[in-house]
C-alpha cells in the first residue's frame, strides 16, 4: 500500500489530492480562488496571493496522520513545453518541493494539463488507455486544446502533442464573458448550464475553421447582439452559446480523428463537465462517425469532481512513477 500526495494550483483553484494505490480511492480537497463579483478573473499576483493562503487550509484537511507518503505529483506549468509558464504554479511546486524535502519522498513535476488528463482517465475509468494512443481535448477557461496522446517511455508517462486548439477566445473564456454579461457569477459554467436548460429553441451554428483550428471570437460579439440588441431571452443566449461551443468541439473532433485515425477520445476540462455538451458529443459520435468512418469510436468523459480543476491527476501521476503500479 502506497499513498501520493497531489498538488495543483491553477488560475481558478488551490487543489490537493490523496491517491491510494491499493483501494485505487482518491480523496481529494479543493477552494475556488475568490473572485469579486462582476469581475472575469484574477491577475496572477492576486492568484499567487490567494493560493498562498489556501494551500495550507486545503493540506489541513487531509488526514495524514495514520499514512506514509510515498511520493508527490505538481503541476508546474499550464503544458509540457518550452515556453509554457504561470507564476501561480509556483506556489504548489514550492510547496511539494518543501515537504519532500523535510520527508524525503521524491517530487514527480509535471504539467496542468497532464494532470487534467489524467484525472479524466481515472475518473471515466479508462485509466488503460494511458498504454495506448488517444486524443485528448482539454477544454477549461485557459485552453480549447485537441491533443494526441501517446505512451512515453522517458518518463513523463503521456507525449502529448498538439493537433489542434482555438486561435483567439478559448471556450470557458467565452462562457465566463457570455454568464457575466448575463448577469452570473464567476466562474460562470454551471449556472450557464443550468440557464440554457430553461430555452426551448433550437440553434444551428457553422462553426469557424482554420485548418483544423477554430475562432470562437465572434461569438462573443453574437451573444451581446442578441441580448442588447435584440432582446433575446437570457435563457436563449445560453443556449446558443452552449450549442456553438458544441458544434466547434464536434467538427474539431471529426478532423482530429480522420487525421490522426485513432478510435479513443477522451475529453477533460472544466468546460467539459456540461451534460449539454456531453451529450452532444456522445450523440455525434454514435450517430455521425459511425456513418462515414466505419469504425467505433469511444469517447469517455471525466466526471465533474474531476473535470475542473484538481489535484487528482498529480498524484496519479507520481504513483505512475512506482514500479509497482498498476492500471
Known amino acids: 500500500m502506497a499513498y501520493y500526495l497531489g498538488l495543483d494550483t491553477s488560475n481558478y483553484t488551490t487543489s490537493a489530492a490523496l491517491y491510494d494505490t ?3 480511492d482518491i480523496l481529494q480537497t479543493k477552494k475556488l480562488l475568490p473572485v469579486k463579483s462582476g469581475e472575469k478573473g484574477l491577475r ?29 505529483g505538481v503541476s508546474v506549468r499550464p ?6 509558464y504561470m507564476p501561480c ?54 485552453t480549447t486544446d485537441c491533443v494526441l496522446c501517446t505512451p512515453d517511455d522517458a518518463g513523463q508517462i503521456l507525449q502529448i502533442k498538439p493537433v489542434s486548439s482555438s486561435l483567439d477566445l478559448k471556450a470557458g473564456q467565452l462562457i465566463d464573458r457570455v454568464g457575466i454579461m448575463l448577469g452570473l457569477h464567476f466562474p460562470c459554467g454551471a449556472e ?36 442588447q440588441e435584440e432582446h433575446m431571452p437570457s435563457c436563449d443566449v445560453a443556449m446558443f452559446c452552449l450549442t456553438a461551443i ?10 482530429a480523428i480522420r487525421q490522426e485515425q485513432t478510435v479513443r477520445v477522451l475529453y477533460a476540462g472544466g468546460v467539459m463537465s456540461d451534460k449539454y455538451l456531453q451529450n452532444q458529443l456522445k450523440n455525434h459520435s454514435t450517430n455521425n462517425l459511425l456513418f462515414h468512418s ?7 468523459f471525466a466526471e465533474p469532481a474531476f473535470s475542473c480543476d484538481n489535484a487528482a491527476g498529480t498524484a496519479i501521476y507520481a504513483a505512475m512513477h512506482d514500479s509497482d503500479f498498476s492500471d
Open 22 to 24: 491499493k483501494s485505487e
Open 192 to 227: 450557464l448550464e443550468k440557464l440554457a436548460m430553461q430555452s426551448r429553441k433550437k440553434f444551428s451554428y457553422k462553426p469557424v475553421i482554420k485548418g483544423l483550428n477554430c475562432c470562437m471570437s465572434g461569438l462573443e460579439n453574437q451573444c451581446r447582439k442578441f441580448y
Open 44 to 72: 496572477q499576483s492576486d492568484a499567487v496571493f490567494h493560493h498562498t493562503v489556501q494551500l495550507p487550509e486545503i493540506l489541513e484537511q487531509l488526514d495524514f496522520s495514520r499514512i506514509r507518503l510515498a511520493g508527490i
Open 294 to 300: 466505419g469504425i467505433e469510436i469511444q469517447t469517455a
Open 246 to 255: 458544441a458544434e466547434i468541439l464536434k467538427s474539431m473532433m471529426d478532423s
Open 89 to 142: 504554479f509556483l506556489c504548489g511546486q514550492t510547496a511539494a518541493r518543501m515537504i519532500g524535502h523535510i520527508l524525503e519522498i521524491p517530487v514527480y513535476e509535471t504539467s496542468h494539463q497532464t494532470g487534467h488528463i489524467l484525472a479524466a482517465l481515472y475518473s471515466a475509468g479508462v485509466l488503460a488507455w494511458k498504454n495506448h494512443q488517444f486524443l485528448a481535448f482539454h477544454v477549461s477557461g485557459g
Open 79 to 84: 503544458r509540457n513545453t518550452e515556453l509554457s
